[in-house]
């Protein structure tokens, strides 16, 4: 299971180094759905606060994946 967790971070920070800042989450979900990325993905970014995000450390920290 830690192997499937640590595929989906790394495919999350995929989505996420592909896009310029700030970003929205309209952005950000395309981003994932346009590229085909995983569904665990997709769903994780589909549950954003809707709202402008400066930094990947800032999608991440909303995600519980990242430093707050």
Excluded at 5 to 23: F, I, K, N, S
Excluded at 34 to 41: I, L, Q, R, S
Aim: proline letters at 7%; one cysteine or more.
């Amino acid at each position: 299971m830690k192997a499937l967790a640590e595929d989906t971070g790394a495919e999350l920070g995929e989505v996420l180094d592909r896009l310029t800042y700030p970003a929205d989450k309209v952005r950000i979900v395309s981003c994932a759905d346009v590229h085909g990325f995983a569904p665990e993905v997709r769903r994780r970014l589909h549950a954003l606060p809707a709202r402008d995000y400066a930094s990947p450390g800032e999608v991440l920290a909303e995600l519980g994946d990242g430093p707050a």
